[in-house]
């Protein structure tokens, strides 16, 4: 059947050079225009504030004290997150459980809780006379560093699982179905062939975790007690502008060159190692050490993560059968204004994910591709992260900086659009750019050599090999932008769902209408997210 003549039209555009390029220039431009350069200079503008901060020496000791202790933090919590997320992903991806697709959402639910409330959920759980603490007479985790390691690993450990559930999906089981018939063990060929290839995708993911933890306020603040990290300090000081912009511009540069380091270091790795050990990974390949694993992975999961998460919300079974839904569903008293709320975020988060896709899938190419040379698109992927380095706080506050004083005259609901575009953009790019790496460019190459167009190799070859991993980071955005509340606080007046939960959180709304409202939030994004990914997978294939 030939093609419509606006298929032909669009294939022979796309092979003309200006017209690529065109493409590459606008989304570097938008890049840098709306992402990259209104928080930095949001902090350039106050940068003579710095001033203030060198003049008080114990501020400053304070200050690197707070920042040793954030990376401290997101490597420990990045590290586990790799360790547990890595064989969540395998489950789900090479399980043959209809439940499978259930247990894929259930992973994305640290990330739909607002962040401030996941973070009161957790001390809930494991600080308060609710939750564990009830078992033992006193506080089983009390608010301090191991309280903010379990809540940093909750709401990063669904970065891993979906980045490398979209990595897995995409990879072709050919390549590690051949090594099996060579000889090699499960654990041989999953450790020597694929693990091989999806090494941009899990480095992907480890890079993702480490900013994610050390951005992180609105949560870390419910549970930090006396311990202090970067975010928190600059909470402790946000009417001092020196300290965020201090504290801020650290993050940035010693973040940025830890990226670097992994971007330049991570192709020369040589994970994993190649010695390979036949018996005793034959043995660790049994379906006993594997229902092993998958047991201890499934305990991690719901008890440190799915189960802390959820705790706030479970008032809400109460709160049926106290007679408060019918109020609740007929948006009576303070539940119209959290319909509203509702109907905002899921708004913002729709149109912030559908934007981020149009601009961030030519970043993500230029990258995976290194159309600027191997330097220039390194320094790239590095600046892609700055958004997610910056405590959220202190990205909304720069953001506010930068639009209010410069561009007032925008309405407001687009200075919050702005705000999410930042945070969530990383996660399109850096998980759409991993895999676009990991494609052998050879297949790419061979169509060209059939007379392909570039769009026709894209729509073709790349995306059927890219597409869950691009689903995966469009969940991502969407669970990101729904559930942010530091950001939305600062940047615009406007109530969003986790700005309006926090707000009941603080002028001490019952517990069951606090409980019935996260419950809500959850059970709709869950049931929104669980339909997306049927309709996106289909058939599963592993």
């Known amino acids: 059947m030939p093609k419509p003549r606006i298929t032909n039209t669009l294939y022979e555009l796309s092979s003309k050079t200006m017209i690529k390029n065109t493409i590459y220039i606008i989304s570097t431009i938008i890049f840098f225009a709306l992402i990259l350069l209104p928080p930095i200079l949001g902090i350039l503008i106050k940068w003579n504030t710095m001033q203030d901060v060198f003049n008080q020496p114990k501020l400053v000791s304070e200050a690197l004290n707070a920042i040793a202790a954030s990376f401290a933090v997101a490597f420990v919590v990045s590290s586990v997150d790799v360790i547990f997320g890595v064989p969540m992903a395998w489950m789900i991806t090479r399980g043959k459980s209809k439940w499978l697709n259930v247990l894929d959402t259930l992973s994305d639910i640290p990330f739909i809780v607002p962040t401030a409330t996941l973070g009161y959920s957790l001390l809930l759980f494991w600080s308060e006379p609710g939750g564990l603490s009830s078992l033992f007479g006193t506080p089983f985790v009390s608010p301090g560093w191991l309280l903010i390691i379990l809540l940093h690993f909750a709401f990063s450990f669904p970065v891993v699982v979906r980045v490398m559930v979209g990595a897995l999906l995409d990879y072709k089981l050919e390549y590690e179905q051949a090594s099996r018939t060579l000889g090699a063990a499960p654990l041989t060929a999953a450790r020597t062939v694929t693990f091989a290839i999806l090494k941009p995708s899990v480095i992907a993911s480890f890079t993702l975790a480490f900013a994610r933890s050390l951005s992180e306020t609105g949560a870390t603040m419910m549970v930090a ?195 999410h575009l930042s945070i969530t953009y990383p996660y399109f790019v850096r998980s759409m750019s991993a895999a676009v790496e990991r494609i052998n460019i050879d297949l790419e190459e061979a169509g060209k050599t059939l007379g392909a167009k570039p769009l026709c190799i894209f729509r073709t070859i790349t995306f059927p090999l890219a597409k869950y991993s691009m689903l995966s980071g469009a969940i991502m955005m969407f669970t990101r932008s729904v559930s942010e509340t530091g950001a939305t606080l600062v940047v615009s007046n406007l109530v969003t769902a986790p700005v309006l939960l926090v707000n009941w959180v603080k002028t001490g709304v019952p517990t069951m209408t606090l409980g019935l409202g996260c419950g809500f939030l959850i059970l709709f994004s869950f049931i929104i997210l669980l339909i997306l990914r049927l309709v996106a997978r289909g058939r599963r294939t592993y």
């Open 225 to 419: 007690g006396v311990f202090v990290n970067g975010p928190i300090f600059i909470k402790n000081h946000i009417n001092e502008t020196g300290a965020l912009v201090f504290v801020s511009f650290i993050l940035i540069v010693l973040s940025s060159l830890v990226f670097v380091t992994i971007r330049l270091l991570g192709s020369k790795l040589r994970l994993p190692v190649n010695k390979v050990w036949p018996m005793t990974e034959r043995k660790l390949s049994t379906s006993a050490v594997a229902s092993s694993r998958n047991s201890v992975t499934l305990l991690v999961f719901f008890v440190v993560v799915l189960v802390p998460s959820l705790f706030v919300a479970i008032p809400a079974f109460e709160a049926v059968f106290a007679g408060i839904l019918p109020e609740a569903l007929s948006g009576l008293g303070l539940w119209g204004d959290y319909w509203q709320s509702m109907a905002l975020s899921y708004l913002v988060g729709t149109v912030v994910t559908l934007l981020n896709v149009v601009i961030g899938l030519p970043m993500a190419i230029m990258i995976g591709r290194k159309k600027l040379g191997n330097g220039l698109s390194t320094i790239i992927d590095m600046l892609v992260n700055i958004p997610i380095i910056v405590p959220s706080v202190a990205l909304g506050a720069s953001l506010a900086i930068f639009w209010t004083e410069n561009f007032s005259f925008i309405p407001e609901i687009w200075l919050l659009i702005f705000a």
